[in-house]
């Protein structure tokens, strides 16, 4: 396999600035040299690669997308870029960097207090704290207005009682950020690793995302000082704004995910021969999935453009923001499905990424919002009529 060009069919990269180029390229040779060496054992192991965290830390990919605080301030573009091209090397390394990025600093900016900005933001931008984002909880999960899990509070303190589930990060976390009922109101808290009643364990037999850590959280009578609550983290919608964040960068990040897939395919049908020695890239049915996928690839490449645009200039709204995170996650996994069956017999081992970004995949269609979710959010905008129950 010949050095990863990038995918650019329609001229995207004339809508791109030198320094988003040098971003990009930067991220990309990152991806190169430490994440794919390593990649593939992680996810037969079962491991996320950890060793990298501190690297990505300096590099500047931890709250790439905040002001102050050491972060890079990096424009929406080149935040775009940064999820698309960890996504190229795995969804799991991605799924770290949102949760770490756009779940638990920009929550922590946003809706913290000086005093809680001050202690987590400089060490989880380096990478020496790692932050975690509970919302589904066992019975609720596309709706976690439901949510059971209780704060109580007493004194000076709140009791935490209930559980979380799904989690990414969960066990690897010095701090969780938890979703919790206090009377009718939600309300976003801190939760330390190692606080009495707070326990998290892994969930094993997962066949995606297996170069990630997925806990389970559980609080039983659980005492935090209640100084740990964000004070501006009240409200469902509080905790909708974080995911709003985190879906940005994921139908960034899909794109990634889905040009390693249709490049491997590609390369592998110019050079893989059968019926009289021809490529199989020569024969019409082929071409017909490859021009398939570099069309879908390029479409979620101007949405994912243009959704950068509105951002920038304050306009981007949650309804876009579903058709970004829909329409990409669902043309990823469906040029995996399409670069798995053009791969043969090879496309279902692990010596081509594609049926590891194929089955992480699986996950992006359902979390953060899953395909339908995000159906019938644009349904709303589009009839006024909620479907949703
Ligand atoms: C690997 C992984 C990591 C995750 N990380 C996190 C995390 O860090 N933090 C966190 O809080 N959560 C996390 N999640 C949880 C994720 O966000 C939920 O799984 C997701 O919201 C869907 O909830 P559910 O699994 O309970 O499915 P359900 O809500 O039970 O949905 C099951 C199916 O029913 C459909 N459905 C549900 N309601 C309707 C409706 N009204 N109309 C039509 N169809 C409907 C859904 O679209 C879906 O197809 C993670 C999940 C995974 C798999």
Redesign the pocket.
Known sequence: MFPFQGVDFMGFDDNLSEQQKLVRQTVREFVEDRVLPLIKNCFREGRFPAELIPEMGEMGFLGASLEGYGCAGMGDVEYGLLMQELERGDSGLR?FVS?QSA?VMWPIQEYGSDVQKERWLPRLRVGKAIG?????????????SGMRMKAVRDGDSYVLNGE???????TLADVALV?AREGDEIRGLLVEKGTPGFTATD?HG?W??RA?V?SSLSFVDCRIPAENALPGATGLKTALACLSQARYGIGWGCIGAAMDCYETARQYTMLRKQFGGRPLASHQLVQSELAWMITEISKAQFLALQAARLRARGRLKYFHISMLKRNNAWMALEVARRARDLLGANGITDEYPVFRHMANL??VK????????H??VIGQKVTGLA???
């Open positions: 799924s949760v779940l975690c984002f509970g919302l589904t909880e066992p019975d609720f999960g596309s709706n976690p979380k589930t799904w989690i990414t990060n969960g979703w969930i997962k995606s995302m990630s997925t699986e996950t359902t979390y953060e919002g899953t395909d339908n979710i159906a019938l479907a949703f129950s």
